[in-house]
């Protein structure tokens, strides 16, 4: 047995408060496997990895009870030993760790140290656990792990800083330092949840490919189903700190014996019911793209003289019908984002015309556009980045009515916001708590909120379920809905999630590199794609089925 934990307990000290954040859990690793670890934000899968690391501060984590016992193999000897992580001193946890257990975390660029370049931060890594070998040596060594991982021209990559690659090249940059000490066991906590599917399908098939040569064990953390019928062999749910169900992973996704573990699948995308259409409102253009460029030039030279120019918006033409849920799917860098923000002039266009209602909102002075502001708002992917920590959620709401002139005064602002937060299935003395109070999901409610107390026509929603757990994620797209109806809204929904878009979207539309590639119904599109760019995306999504 490679690693097995038993009754692991891990109690947290926040100031005069202790939370057992792992409570009796029990699992086991054979070399070769991948053992998936799934439950929603909370219910303690990333303490628990880092527990048996032991990464978690000690001045606020002890662990009352429990076993972590890993099969350690020394470097030199190749001898292997049972060793109790929780009993084990500073040396031998130096040895472990990197070496022998090594770790993905969720987000690359907080773990890389971008003062340092992708090969030094490899390398480091290397000498640190192989003392003797030379710097030379250790640099091939790091060369050739970049390799491994698919990263393009790794002899002139690896002098890259982190900034200067994509997130999916961060990822696998983060994946070679991990293996390039040959670790037994690898950890990936959330290693694809804010990667596209494809670079998602590329970083699970080389994480497969090197487990298959070097005969690792994987603990994988993660809350996609897709991802887990793609990659583990077990499954263990969590839920408040304890393993509810565990078993071979086929089996509990076709026949699940817990009702958390039910909850959880039900509430998976392609498990959803979608409710019928109260009624179809009038044919109404709310917005229409016609020609739209964005344009940002490239400057050279001493005089910094124009050379070239990106196009990250290309002759991008797009209508979208009041009570219509468009879909915008692609890749991190096809020109989503900006499209969106060029949309609401947030993002100058270099040139075409972008209509609200049959106005041409391109060619408005700032002054003229005051009004516009309030019929077009966005709700954003990361709701505590665009929320004021300073703030009661009561100013966030109120301020922008008070701006667009919304309500005699603060009392009636303050009933109105009150009356959209119970909109968005949230209580009005929520109005007084601070954003951090609030969970992720919570927090999102909140965005759309904050939308909506403006009356607004049109919403563009930008990557906003992308980083939610499923069952939060399944309230936050029926309520959408809902709202859809009610207000007979028009939304502009960003993602690269196409579960999310079978279920949500009326239509679709694909980009890439900055040009609309294909749309058409969303049903229709997915089942009979017309271009081999848009099959690529649907072939890379992970299915439970």
């Given at each position: 047995?490679?690693?097995e ?9 926040t100031g005069?408060d202790?939370?057992d ?12 496997e991948?053992f998936?670890l799934?439950?929603e934000s ?11 690391m ?11 009870g429990?076993?972590i ?10 001898q292997?030993e ?21 770790m ?14 992708i ?6 890594a290397l ?7 030379s710097?030379t040596?250790?640099r091939?060594r ?5 390799r491994?991982?698919?990263i ?15 997130g ?9 330092m991990?293996?390039a ?11 694809t949840t804010?990667?596209?599917v494809t670079?998602?399908a ?15 064990g ?16 077990r ?6 700190g ?7 992973t ?6 699940p ?11 998976l995308?392609?498990?959803?019911v ?11 253009t ?5 020609g ?5 030039p ?9 050379v070239?120019?990106?196009?990250a918006?290309?002759g ?15 890749e991190?860098g096809?020109?989503?984002t900006t ?11 270099t040139?075409?015309?972008v ?6 909102i391109t ?10 502001r ?6 954003f992917?990361?709701p505590m980045?665009s929320?004021?920590?300073?703030l ?13 002139g919304i ?11 009150g009356?959209?937060?119970?909109q968005?299935?949230?209580r009005r ?9 609030f ?13 909506l107390c ?5 919403i563009?929603c930008?990557e ?5 757990d ?8 029926q309520?959408l ?15 690269h999630?196409?579960?999310v878009?079978?279920y949500?979207?009326?239509d ?7 040009r ?7 049903a ?10 848009t099959q690529r995306?649907?072939d890379?999504?992970?299915r439970?089925?």
């Open positions: 047995m490679l690693l934990v038993k009754n692991l307990c891990t109690r947290l000290q005069d202790a939370i954040a792992v409570q009796g859990v029990s699992f086991s690793i054979e070399r070769g991948t998936c799934v439950g909370g219910s303690g899968k990333s303490v628990t990895a880092l527990s048996i032991q990464l978690l501060p000690a001045d606020i984590s002890s662990h009352p429990g076993e016992l890993f099969e350690h193999r020394h470097a030199n000897s190749q292997r049972q060793v109790d992580i929780l009993q084990a001193g500073s040396d031998t946890l130096q040895q472990i760790r990197g070496a022998r257990i090594a993905i975390f969720q987000e690359p660029m907080t773990s890389l140290n971008p003062v340092f370049t090969g030094d931060q490899i390398i480091e000498l640190l656990h192989w003392p003797d070998m710097e040596e250790a091939k790091a060369i050739e792990a970049l491994q991982v698919q393009p021209h790794p002899e002139q990559r690896i002098d890259e800083y982190p900034h200067r690659l994509s999916g090249q961060r990822q696998r940059a983060m994946i070679a991990a293996m000490c040959e670790p037994d066991l690898l950890i990936a906590d959330e290693p804010a990667l596209d670079v998602q590329e970083i699970l098939r080389l994480m497969k490919n090197l487990q298959e040569k070097n005969g690792m994987i603990l994988f953390i993660t809350h996609d189903f897709g991802v887990v019928a793609q990659m583990g062999h499954l263990a749910v969590m839920k408040e304890r393993i509810v169900e565990t078993g071979e086929r089996q509990m996704i076709r026949q014996t817990h009702d958390y573990t039910r909850r959880l699948l039900g509430s995308p392609e498990n959803l979608k409710p019928a259409r109260q009624h179809t409102p009038e044919p109404r709310v917005i229409q793209v016609e739209l460029n964005v344009h940002f490239i400057k050279k030279g001493l005089l910094r003289r124009t070239d120019s990106i196009r918006v290309d991008v033409d797009m209508n979208i019908q009041a009570g219509q849920i468009m879909a915008l799917v692609g991190s096809c020109g989503k499209l969106g923000r060029a949309i609401l002039r947030l993002t100058e266009p040139s075409g015309s209509k609200f209602l049959n106005t041409d060619r408005l002075t700032r002054k003229a556009m005051q009004p516009y309030r019929q077009m708002q966005v709700v992917q990361d980045s929320l004021n920590p300073r009661t959620i009561a100013s966030a709401l109120t301020e922008p009515m008070g701006v667009h309500g005699m005064n603060r009392e009636e602002r303050l009933e109105r916001a009356e959209v937060l119970e968005v299935q949230l003395d929520y109005l007084w708590r601070y954003p951090h109070q969970s992720g999901g919570q927090r999102q409610r909140i965005g759309i909120a904050r939308a403006l009356d607004p026509s049109f563009i930008d906003i379920t992308s980083a939610l499923v069952s939060v994620q399944a309230e936050i797209l309520l809905l809902a709202l859809r109806d009610e207000r007979e809204l028009a939304l502009l929904f960003i993602t999630n196409i579960g878009v079978e949500l979207s009326d679709m539309a694909v980009m890439h590199e900055g609309i590639v294909e749309r058409g119904k969303t229709e599109l997915i089942r009979n794609p017309s271009q081999d760019y995306l649907l890379a999504v992970p439970i089925s």
